[in-house]
């Protein structure tokens, strides 16, 4: 598998370079240590880096620590991997949250890349830890949608998911950055994501991160997958089912996440183009 040790930009869930989260990719990142790793993902400055060694292990660095899992860094690095020689097909990587089955194909003229989770799982936040949560981002409980319940969602790692009523809730973002930060870490969140429900399969959606350094993602595969996982416990959409999650609209980043749920596979799959960035 050809590889590079050169550091690659791209952005993902877009083909649009102005679109998407961006993210670092090393694709060859055997001469690196964890701080090495971690002084790279600074540098950058991007929500997340990934770095893959030969023998197929990826990991994920914010700005600020490494993380588990990343969606829109795989995505990125397994279209990296095809446009440097590997060319379209099947990968498999190795993640610290579980393997992680990647394919790429090229569809229209573009390489688009889907993930398949690792079992994902839904679990209740306790009512203080939400009132704290709401409190943090400054939404009133009146301003929830009472049809997209509460819940902390893992295909990786945990994101809490909050359903907004309205666009312009959603669209109306201003929240206590160090206040949920310490709420995450406590309760082990990667982000909290919040959702607009626009139609059957339409989702609009935004992931406050302060977590890993910056106040939001742009596109974030690992929510995604963890939003599918959620949306099919609670019986929000059909077994199988076809999601469209919109995010990074309101950031000027638009980008687009295909989430798939089969019926009889538990595992969820997010699918998106990714374009690489001039340095």
């Not at 989702?203 to 350094?213: A, N």
Request: with cysteine; net charge negative; aromatic share 6%.
């Amino acid at each position: 598998m050809p590889l590079t040790s050169q550091i690659l930009r791209y952005t993902a869930f877009s083909a649009d370079p102005a679109g998407g989260n961006p993210a670092g990719v090393v694709l060859d990142a055997s001469a690196l240590d964890d701080s090495g790793m971690l002084e790279i993902a600074a540098d950058l400055g991007y929500s997340e880096t990934a770095f893959l060694t030969p023998d197929g292990t990826l990991r994920f660095f914010s700005p600020k620590a490494e993380v588990a899992f990343c969606g829109h860094a795989t995505v990125a690095t397994a279209v990296a991997l095809a446009e440097h020689g590997a060319g379209p097909g099947d990968y498999v990587f190795k993640t610290p949250a579980g393997e992680i089955p990647v394919s790429v194909r090229e569809v229209d003229g573009e390489l688009r890349a889907t993930l398949t989770s690792v079992q994902p799982h839904v679990k209740e936040i306790a009512e203080a830890d939400l009132a704290e949560a709401l409190a943090a981002l400054d939404w009133p409980a009146r301003d929830l949608d009472e049809n997209l319940p509460p819940r902390i969602a893992f295909a990786g790692n945990n994101h809490l998911v909050i359903g907004a009523a309205t666009r312009e809730r959603l669209a109306d973002l201003s929240y206590d950055f160090d206040r949920l930060k310490q709420l995450m870490e406590r309760l082990e969140l990667t982000t909290v994501q919040l959702a607009y429900r626009a139609g059957e399969s339409v989702f609009h959606v935004r992931d406050p991160f302060p977590i890993g350094g910056v106040v939001e993602d742009p596109a974030t595969g690992a929510a995604a997958v963890a939003f599918g996982a959620y949306a099919r416990e609670l019986g929000l959409v059909e077994e199988e089912s076809v999601l469209t999650l919109h995010q990074g609209e309101d950031m000027g980043r638009p980008g687009v996440l295909t989430v798939t749920l089969k019926a009889g596979d538990s595992r969820v799959r997010v699918s998106g183009t990714a374009v690489a960035l001039s340095a």
